[in-house]
């Protein structure tokens, strides 16, 4: 019985890793593309707006009424539909005729929420491609931290034991052992540490491509762009199409509530049934709405509805200079970023190196100990993290930048 259950077990488990792929960064970004529910959310949300589009504007439903008039209830004639010549069975039919304008405006909110749920779908696409891009390169270089700190560790740990025998021998003092088990204590803390990030970035990398155990593969992207390319494509950000779809959904409501100060119209047919003696009757008829009041009834809301639109468009140029801000601010933190990758790749990590070739140098020719070598490595990992770290950083600004501000998207 344990060895079936085991058996079910396995084969419940085997499609979930049949169906992990590795995933390169490009294929990571396409897979997140067509399976992030974000995406279907921002496509569904038109759908539903172009399906309301179409009864925007139409004539409200026609009304039909049954009843009796002039019942008497009195007198000779009294509970009888027959001893009457006025009383009749009728039978109406009423339609409303909001004003043009009304029905004009009408449609242009449903132009505009159009417009707002396609604007949505261009933020969407970037939310979804940022994500699955940023949660890869986070895996990717968690994944390169654990193997370069591992290689570290494998060399350091056996170093531990020869110090605590020069320790027992009189050679070194009982703390400078203690400071070997603290530097690769520090580093095993490092190494869960960095455990934990490549198992988040994994579980974000799944959000996004509905691969519940994504495998990366292949190297991170070298991307370039130009400054000045970027700044000229800020107009055609998708949270200023945002907020532009916004500004015209904001003015349709102005004429939607402007349209409000014009008569509404609404005209009746009704048929009267009478005893065949007096004959049968119809009736016609047109009522207008009269907008009397219009400075306590609509102009106020034509007030609130024109500083939504004057609103609107704050907010959008308030948009525009955020994103002017965050550029700069991306631009400047990505020379920095370069900058300080550029010196530990080539200053800070050689210099480790030395220290290590120099330290075990010395302790070959016994003018140093056994102590001091292990410092050396312990710090040459410390470097080349550091340098990982720099690099990942560099990466992950060029993507963010290209991502989010570039037209063409990666």
């Known amino acids: 019985m344990k060895r079936i259950l085991a058996g079910c077990l396995i084969a419940a488990a085997f499609p979930a890793a049949v169906s992990a792929k590795p995933l390169s960064f490009t294929n990571a970004v396409a897979e997140a593309t067509t399976q992030a529910r974000l995406n279907e959310a921002a496509r569904l949300r038109v759908s539903a707006a172009r399906s309301a589009a179409r009864a925007a504007g139409a004539l409200p439903d026609p009304r039909l009424s049954v009843g009796v008039e ?6 000779p004639p009294a509970f009888s539909i027959s001893q009457d010549e006025m ?22 909110v449903a132009e505009a929420e159009i417009g707002v749920a396609q604007a949505q779908i261009g933020s969407a696409a970037r939310e979804v491609r940022l994500g699955a891009a940023m949660a890869w390169i986070d895996l990717a270089y968690a994944e390169r931290r654990l193997a370069v700190l591992d290689h570290i560790l494998a060399g350091l740990r056996p170093l531990t034991m020869p110090a605590n025998s020069a320790v027992a021998s009189g050679s070194a003092r009982p703390a400078q052992a203690l400071q070997s088990a603290q530097a690769v204590a520090a580093l095993e803390d490092r190494r869960s540490e ?84 007096f004959g049968d009757m119809v009736s016609a008829g047109i009522s207008v709405s009269l907008p009397l009041f219009a400075a306590q009834r609509q102009d106020p809301l034509i007030a609130a509805r024109v500083a939504d639109a ?8 308030d948009a525009r200079r955020a994103l002017v801000a965050e550029l700069e601010v991306g631009l400047a933190d990505h020379v920095m970023h370069h900058d300080q990758w550029m010196r530990s790749r080539d200053t800070l990590l050689p210099l480790a190196r030395q220290r290590v070739q120099l330290e075990t140098a010395s302790y070959g020719a016994r003018r140093a100990g056994l102590v001091e070598v292990v410092e050396a490595h312990a710090m040459l990992a410390e470097a080349e993290l550091t340098a990982i770290d720099r690099e990942a950083e560099v990466v992950r600004d060029a993507v963010r930048l290209s991502i989010s501000f570039g037209r063409d998207l990666p």
């Open 70 to 75: 002039n019942f008497p209830v009195s007198g």
């Open 87 to 108: 009383t009749m069975l009728k039978v109406g039919l009423q339609q409303e005729l909001p004003n043009p304008a009304k029905r004009r405006a009408a449609r242009g």
């Open 194 to 277: 960095l455990l934990a990030n490549a198992a988040a970035a994994r579980a974000t990398l799944a959000r996004w491509t509905g691969d519940p155990s994504p495998q990366i593969v292949g190297n991170p992207p070298e991307l370039a762009f130009e400054p000045a390319h970027l700044r000229a494509e800020l107009e055609a950000h998708p949270r200023l199409i945002a907020a532009d779809a916004s500004v015209e959904l904001a003015e349709a409501n102005v004429r939607t509530a402007q349209a409000e100060k014009r008569p509404d119209f609404e005209f009746e047919v009704a048929y009267g049934r009478r005893d065949p003696r």
């Open 310 to 317: 004057a609103r609107a468009a704050a907010d959008r140029e």
